[in-house]
């Protein structure tokens, strides 16, 4: 099982970026997935899940209306468009895999920076 998260960067204030997470060694359309996220100093947080055909997803409060969380099972990849970003909005983005109401697989990270 591999997953690999691209897509961060440095961006302004009110900014956009979309994440990916390529998926591999596993039958995708099988599990949820979901994005969480880790500021500095702070822990691991949840910013979004989808449901294995995408059917529901769900999102912290803090990102709602703001960010879309998607998948795509034919290209065995999944991602997270944010908008309007925020200074709050900066850590390392995470990809992981849900398995019976855990979370069994995790990407690297991706560094996301908000600032001016």
């Known amino acids: 099982v591999q997953l690999v998260e691209s897509g961060g960067g440095l961006v302004q204030p009110g900014g956009s970026l979309r994440l990916s997470c390529a998926a591999s060694?596993?039958?995708?359309?099988?599990?949820?997935m979901s994005w969480f996220r880790q500021a500095p100093g702070k822990e691991r947080e949840l910013v979004a899940g989808i449901t294995r055909f995408g059917d529901n997803t769900h999102y912290a409060d803090s990102v709602k209306g703001r960010f879309t969380i998607s998948r795509d099972n034919a290209k065995n990849t999944m991602y997270l468009q944010m908008r309007s970003l925020k200074p709050e909005d900066t850590g390392v983005y995470y990809c992981?895999?849900?398995?019976?109401?855990?979370?069994?697989?995790w990407g690297q990270g991706t560094q996301v920076t908000v600032s001016s």
């Open positions: 992981a895999r849900q398995s019976n109401w855990r979370y069994d697989y």
């Open positions: 060694g596993f039958t995708f359309s099988s599990y949820g």
